[in-house]
Each structure stands twice: as C-alpha cells, then as structure tokens.
C-alpha cells in the first residue's frame, strides 16, 4: 500500500491562497481545498480542529503577502506616495486577494496598517512635521488610497497609472500645504440652495447664528404669533438650529445690509405638514424679528420660497395658516397670491396656540 501524503500546514495554507487568488474567498471551502490537494478532508483536520481556525492561518499567510508586497515603500519619499501607489497596483494584479483583505468582513488590514504606520514615520522625518501632524495626514490619505484602490480593484481600467500617480500626488501635496499653513479646515456642509432677493439672502442657518437667533426669538412678542415659545437662551437656540432648522426647506433670512439672520422663512412637506395635504403639496412658514416689521421682508422673502416651490421642487399647491389675531401674517399671504379658503382648523402639533383655530389659505400653481 503507497505510503500516504503528509500535508503540512504550509501546504494547506499556500493550496487555500491560491484557491482564493484564482476564484475568490467564497470558493474556499474544505471541500475544494481538499480537490485542489488531491486529497479527502481528513488530512485538513489532522492539522486544524475546523474551517475557522485554517481560515485564520489563510487570512495571516494573505496579509503578509501584501504585506511584503507594500514593505519597500518605506524607502521611497514620500513614503506615503509610494505606499498608494503600491496598494492600487496590487489591487489590480491581485484583486482577488485585494477584495478579501480589504472588502470581506473577515479580511484584515492589519499588515497594510502596519506599513502605513511606517510611512508616517517616514513622513514626520522628512517632512518636519510634528507626531500631530503626521497623524492628521495619515487619518486623511489613508481612506483616501483604499477607496482609490477599491475603484481600481472593481474596475482595473479605471485610471492610467499615471493618472493615479498624479491624484495621489494632488492629495498629499495638498494635505501637506494645509498641515504647514496652520489652518483649520471647516466642516463644509451641504446646505439648501441660497436665494437672493434686492434685500436679502436666504441661506441655510449657521451654528453661528445662535446668539442672532436668540435675540430676536427670546422675544415675547414673535415666536406665540408663529406657534412655539420663546427662546430662552443661546444654548437654546443653537439646539434648535442644530435639529429644527437643519430639516429640508428652513432658510435663515439674511439681510444684506448687516450679514445678520433676522427672520426665517420655509417649507414643510406633506409629511411634517401641520395640516392634511397631498404628497405634491406643501405648507410655508416664516417670521421675521420684531425691529423689522412693516419693512416688506417676510412678503420678499416668501415670494423667493414660492418661486422655489413651484419651480424648482415641484410643488403644485402651497398651503398657509395663521392666527386670526395676527392678521398681518394673512396680509403676507395674500401679496403673495395666496387666498383665503374660509376654513379655519387647529394644528395640534404647534408648542403654543395647538387649540386655536387658525384660518387657512391656499395657492396654486399657475401655468
């Protein structure tokens, strides 16, 4: 009888990366590791008590492969330029193993962590830049490269190697011009489209407006005719500027003379709606500070929102309510072509005036 094989682990692990750079991890399965040996299952767990602890050898044996793969690039300068470079070009030649490293749950990044920890090193050397630094450009390329070598492992013509040379160039000369200059970066965030009026701008609010809002909306005399109460403190107001102005169609009323947000104007779609409307309808809002009143700017500014209403969001039918005693809210209204329905409700879910009748006005669209 031939005297069996004796199947290392060595041998096991190298017929399972080879299984995984040809086919993908989901084709590793004791049953096509043992095809691929020749062999039954048995001799698999003579060296491993199950699939879990061979795949954890598997996953050790692939990182080194990038590992060694990356390693020189420590050599280069800038190191981090060479590291990118060298990571996209794996992806494209490996993309097997890229995706299992990189993109499968039970991959690890651990040996290309590892590599990239020594390219900031490198870079805080050589570039004089201090441990915080060096952080900082380390946080901001990395995802930068792996989302760079996801698109290329997904797509391997993509982008020429020179054009990933020249955007991973891009990135950290730019990433190091910031680090020396000293600034802060701000936190750009996507905000409504600004509309722009003879008077005034109409632009999503700022955290820094709080201390604006709070002086005009702590007033007694504004926020009860609108339906809230009034704010009582600036911390109060950025809160509310944080998770109540944040929402879909709320614009700070800006006007152009001071920079200063005086008012705001807006829309409530169907489903935050106070009254029961249509999926295509939606109901308007506003309120401008005391010391600005019978000056024209809510009538300006609301004219700016239904324009937007109709024409940019599509709206076909735009609602309005007001407080019988706050009568100059319905005069907006009306210069605006809005018109009176004669049908007064209650809006429940206003925090002052929720069981007054307010009388309700409508406009549509006109071809």
């Known amino acids: 009888m031939p005297k069996q094989v004796q199947f290392t682990k060595e041998i096991i692990i190298k017929a399972a990366i080879e299984i995984i750079r040809s086919e993908g991890i989901e084709a590793l399965t004791a049953r096509s590791l043992s095809k691929k040996l020749g062999c039954s299952v048995a001799p698999l767990f003579h060296k491993y008590s ?5 795949t954890a050898d598997v996953r050790k044996a692939a990182g080194k492969i990038v590992y060694d793969y990356l390693a020189d690039a ?48 490198q870079t805080k050397s050589s570039f004089e830049v201090t441990e915080e630094q060096a952080l900082f450009i380390y ?13 290329c492992n997904k797509n391997t013509e993509i982008y020429t190697d020179e054009c990933i040379s020249r955007m991973l160039s891009t990135q950290f000369q730019a990433l190091m011009m910031l680090t020396k200059s000293g600034r802060e970066v701000e936190n750009i965030k996507p905000g409504l489209k600004v509309l722009e009026t003879g008077r005034l701008i ?22 009860p005719r609108a339906g809230w109460p009034p ?28 920079g ?13 709606s106070n009254l029961d409307i249509d999926n295509d309808q939606c109901e308007v809002g506003y309120w401008i500070a005391k010391p ?12 700016a929102v239904v324009d937007h ?54 406009l549509e669209y006109a071809l």
Not at 139 to 151: D, E, N, R, Y
Not at 295 to 301: I, K, W
């Open 231 to 258: 704010h009582e403190s600036v911390e109060e107001s950025l809160e509310i500027i944080r998770n109540v102005f944040s929402a879909e169609g709320m614009w700070a009323v800006e006007l152009k003379e001071t």
């Open 202 to 223: 109409l632009r999503s609010w700022r955290e820094t407006d709080a201390e604006a809002l709070f002086k005009y909306a702590s007033d007694p005399d504004v926020g």
């Open 139 to 151: 946080a901001q390329i990395w995802p930068f490269v792996c989302g760079l070598a996801q698109l």
């Open 74 to 121: 420590v050599d280069y300068e800038p190191a981090f330029k060479e590291f990118g470079v060298r990571l996209v070009r794996f992806s494209k030649e490996e993309p097997n193993l890229f995706h299992y490293l990189f993109l499968d749950k039970n991959g690890s990044t651990e040996y290309a962590d590892a590599i990239a920890k020594d390219c900031l090193v």
């Open 309 to 362: 209403c109709f024409n940019v969001k599509g709206f076909t039918v735009l609602w309005g309510d007001y407080f019988p005693e706050n009568p100059a809210s319905g005069r907006v209204m009306e210069k605006c072509g809005f018109v009176d329905t004669g049908r007064e409700t209650v809006c429940p879910n206003l925090e002052v005036g929720s069981d007054k009748p307010v009388r309700v006005l409508k």
């Open 50 to 54: 199950n699939m879990e602890e061979l």
């Open 260 to 272: 200063e947000a005086i008012g705001c104007v807006g829309y409530l779609p169907a489903s935050c």
């Open 292 to 303: 600005y009143w019978n000056n024209g700017y809510c009538t300006e500014a609301l004219l």
